[in-house]
């Protein structure tokens, strides 16, 4: 064990482990979206996790950063709150801000994040912007919401993790990314057994089939 600090607080983490992980396992919040535990790591792409370090200029994604020993950081700072409302107001310029229709109403991340933040669920001074369709139903056995999904790749990671051969992936670019599945999927029952990409995605963007209505 090694020891840090994070706000004042000294706490002893595990050696080569993540500080988001390092400070998840010390009961430290941290907004994030695209980090999953054990091993299921997605790319860092949703830029909340943000948190200064001594001796760093800019703040750092603390799911990027290694724990060294005497490791000084602070999670609560002006820039790092900046970064992050901003972060999520990104995210909320293309969501479907409809909480109380929605499956994951009150047990979904944006909201608990939203809530730490102290901001509303409202994209300001962004412009929502949806896309069409709002459902894709061309999977056999999920279907995938675009407007309410994050493109946090966690479905993807675990995905990648629990099957031999990944049946999801980004398709499209910039704007119109989506996550895909492109067919793969279709002659075998491998996504009904495993739902492991259905479990970990914080905002109910992926359903099985008659399990959500809009
Ligand atoms: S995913 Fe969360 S923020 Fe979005 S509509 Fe559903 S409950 Fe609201
Ligand atoms: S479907 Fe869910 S888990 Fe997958 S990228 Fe979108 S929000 Fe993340
Ligand atoms: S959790 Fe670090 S960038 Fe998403």
């Known amino acids: 064990m090694i020891r840090i600090t994070v706000d004042d607080q000294n706490i002893a983490v595990q050696e080569n482990t993540t500080l988001l992980s390092a400070c998840l396992a010390n009961d430290i919040y941290i907004p994030r979206q695209c980090f999953v535990e054990a091993g299921d790591q997605a790319a860092a792409s949703c830029r909340l996790c943000f948190v200064e370090v001594v001796g760093e200029e800019y703040p750092v994604t603390a799911c990027t950063v290694t724990v060294s020993d005497g490791m000084q950081v602070r999670t609560d700072t002006m820039a790092v709150r900046r970064l992050q409302r901003a972060g999520l107001r990104l995210l909320l310029s293309v969501h479907d801000i409809d909480c109380r229709n929605c499956p994951a109403n009150k047990q979904c991340e944006l909201q608990n994040i939203a809530r730490f933040l102290k901001v509303?669920?409202?994209?300001?001074?962004?412009?929502?912007?949806?896309?069409?369709?709002?459902?894709?139903?061309?999977?056999?056995?999920?279907?995938?919401?675009?407007?309410?999904?994050?493109?946090?790749?966690?479905?993807?990671?675990?995905?990648?993790?629990?099957?031999?051969?990944?049946?999801l992936a980004f398709a499209k670019r910039g704007f119109d990314t989506i996550i895909s599945s492109f067919g793969q999927e279709s002659e075998s029952d491998a996504c009904l057994d495993c739902q492991a990409c259905v479990a970990t995605c914080p905002v109910a963007a992926l359903a099985l089939k008659g399990q959500v209505q809009l």
Do not use: W
């Open 120 to 167: 509303g669920l409202k994209a300001k001074p962004y412009e929502v912007t949806l896309k069409q369709p709002a459902v894709d139903t061309s999977h056999r056995q999920i279907d995938y919401y675009p407007n309410r999904c994050v493109l946090c790749g966690r479905c993807i990671a675990v995905c990648q993790n629990h099957n031999t051969q990944p049946f």
